[in-house]
C-alpha cells in the first residue's frame, strides 16, 4: 500500500511518515511537493504520487495569526482539503484528514463527542471546521480524526517551551482554567498504523465510524497540571532547572489574540467501540517522551 502523507515536516506528520513506513510504503510530501495554498495544482500533483491512501494533517496551525490571515487560513485549512477529498473520491481512495479540539466552543465540562455541534471560537477553529465539512461533502471514504494539545519530544511545542522557560527563569505562570488532553504524536501515530493495519477494508471502518473519530490521550489535565508535570518528570530524570514555582492563572490574565476553548476534553469512546484502540494516559505519553529528551541530551553530552 502506498500512503502519502502530507505535511512531513510537521509534528503530526514527521510521527506519522516514520511510523506507517513500518508498515507501508509512505511517499512524503512537504510543502514543495504539495503546496496546499495553490489548490489548482493539486489534482496534477495526486495524479503523479498515486496514493492508496492519503493522510493530511499538513495544515495552517499559526492559532492566533490566523485572526489576521482569515483567507490564507480557509485556504490551506478548508479549500485545499476539499480538493484533496474530491480527488480522492473520484478514485476511491480512502482519506484520512486530521481536525481540532478548536472546532468547540469550550462550554461546560463535559467531554465533547462526535455528534456535538461544533462552534468555533477562532478564525482557526472555524477553519478548520470549514476542513471538515468540505471532506464531507466530497462524498469518499474518509476519516476526519480531532485531535487536541499536540506536542512530542521534539519541534516547536508547549513540552519544548516549558522545558525552555523552566531553565531560564524562576517562576512561570500557567493558565490553569483550560482542560484537555496532552497527546504525544508518538499516540497519534500509533492509533493511525493500528487503523491501518488492523482494516482488511478501510472505506468500510471509515464508514463505522461514521468519517469522524476523536483521538487524544486518556485522562485530562490543565496546561498548568502539564507544565507541573513536565517540571517533575524532567528533574525526576536528573535535569537541572531554575524554576520555583509555577502559578496558575486564569485564561483572562493571559490574553491571547484567538480564544481557546476552556474545555477540551473529548469522549474517546467511538475510538475504542469503532477501531478497538483505547490510548495510554496523558501522562503515560509525557513520561515516553521525557524519557526520549533526556536520551538525547545524555547523548549530546
Ligand atoms: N498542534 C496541536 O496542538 C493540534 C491540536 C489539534 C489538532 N491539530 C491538527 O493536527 C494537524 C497537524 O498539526 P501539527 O501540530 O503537526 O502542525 P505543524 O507542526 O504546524 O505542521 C503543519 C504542517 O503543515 C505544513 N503546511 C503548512 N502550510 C502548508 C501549505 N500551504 N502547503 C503544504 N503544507 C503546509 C507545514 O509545512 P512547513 O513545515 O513547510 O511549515 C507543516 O509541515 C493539523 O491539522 C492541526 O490542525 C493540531
Do not use: C
Request: proline share 5%; glycine share 6%; charged share 20%.
Amino acid at each position: 500500500m502506498r500512503i502519502l502523507v502530507t505535511g512531513v515536516n510537521g509534528q503530526i506528520g514527521s510521527a506519522l511518515s516514520s511510523r506507517l513506513a513500518k508498515v507501508a510504503t509512505v511517499v512524503a510530501a512537504d510543502r514543495a511537493a504539495l503546496d496546499l495554498t495553490r489548490p489548482e495544482e493539486l489534482p496534477q500533483r495526486l495524479d503523479g504520487l498515486s496514493p492508496d491512501l492519503i493522510v493530511n494533517p499538513a495544515a495552517y496551525t499559526a492559532v492566533d495569526r490566523a485572526e489576521d490571515e482569515r483567507e490564507l487560513a480557509f485556504l490551506v485549512n478548508a479549500e485545499a482539503p476539499g480538493v484533496l477529498a474530491r480527488w480522492a473520491a473520484a478514485r476511491g481512495v480512502p482519506l484520512v484528514h486530521f481536525s481540532t479540539d478548536y472546532v468547540f466552543d469550550g462550554r461546560g465540562s463535559r467531554p465533547w463527542n462526535e455528534t456535538d455541534s461544533a462552534s468555533p471560537l477562532s478564525v482557526y477553529g472555524a477553519s478548520k471546521l470549514a476542513g471538515e465539512i468540505a471532506v464531507r461533502a466530497a462524498g469518499g471514504p474518509h476519516l476526519i480524526i480531532r485531535t487536541s494539545w499536540v506536542y512530542a519530544a521534539f519541534g516547536g511545542n508547549f513540552l519544548r517551551t516549558i522545558m525552555r522557560l523552566a531553565e531560564e527563569r524562576q517562576e512561570l505562570r500557567i493558565v490553569a482554567d483550560q482542560v484537555g488532553a496532552p497527546t504525544s504524536t508518538a499516540i497519534i501515530a500509533e492509533a493511525v498504523a493500528a487503523m491501518v493495519a488492523q482494516a482488511a477494508d478501510l472505506a468500510a471502518a471509515f464508514a463505522d465510524a461514521d468519517g469522524l473519530v476523536h483521538l487524544a490521550a486518556s485522562e485530562t489535565t490543565s496546561w498548568h497540571g502539564f507544565a507541573t508535570a513536565i517540571v517533575d518528570g524532567l528533574r525526576a530524570r536528573g535535569v537541572s532547572l531554575s524554576v520555583e514555582r509555577l502559578v496558575p492563572i486564569a485564561s483572562a490574565e493571559y490574553p491571547m489574540k484567538a480564544p481557546r476553548p476552556l474545555n477540551s476534553r473529548f469522549d474517546l469512546s467511538r475510538l475504542s467501540q469503532a477501531f478497538s484502540i483505547v490510548p495510554p494516559s496523558w501522562i503515560d505519553g509525557l513520561n515516553a517522551e521525557l524519557d526520549r529528551v533526556v536520551e538525547t541530551v545524555g547523548a549530546a553530552r
